[in-house]
């Protein structure tokens, strides 16, 4: 899946200048940067969302019925010092499904020295773990 969305475009370093002139366009028009939905604002990052690889194996996972809900940025630098814990993004997302798929796509070199996102090998098949109690 990763390899045939984006690894032309990482290679070349496509994905962080999108982002960078996203991230520009959003600063003079909005004045700040943005994290959700990106692929409103830029057809690049429409075109990552709705990849054909990435939609194929979503379905492969959950069905033919795909919504997409939240495509977003989430930002955390090497050295920056910030921890993301381990957790599954269902009680997060306050969703009343649990036949739903996050398709995470490096917008960098992801790797141990560079802090990447790290996984629970089948820990697809604990069930949910912990409710979250949240309001609003």
């Not at 969305?5 to 991230?23: A, D, M, P, V």
């Not at 379905?59 to 920056?80: D, R, Y």
């Not at 969703?95 to 995470?104: D, E, G, I, K, R």
Request: with cysteine; charged share 20%; hydrophobic share 40%.
């Amino acid at each position: 899946m990763y390899k045939s969305c984006t690894r032309e475009k990482f290679i070349n370093g496509q994905l962080e200048k999108e982002n960078f002139l996203l991230q520009e366009k959003a600063k003079n028009k909005l004045n700040t940067k943005i994290s959700l939905k990106p692929n409103l604002l830029s057809t690049f990052f429409d075109s990552i969302v709705f990849d054909k690889s990435i939609i194929t194996e979503v379905k492969k996972i959950i069905g033919a019925n795909i919504f997409v809900w939240s495509p977003a940025f989430f930002a955390k630098a090497s050295g920056e010092g910030k921890i993301v814990s381990f957790h599954q993004d269902n009680p997060c997302w306050q969703l009343t499904t649990t036949n739903f798929v996050t398709a995470w796509v490096a917008l960098t070199e992801s790797n141990d020295e560079s802090d990447a996102l790290q996984l629970v090998p089948n820990s697809h098949n604990f069930g949910l773990i912990k409710k979250l109690n949240v309001t609003n």
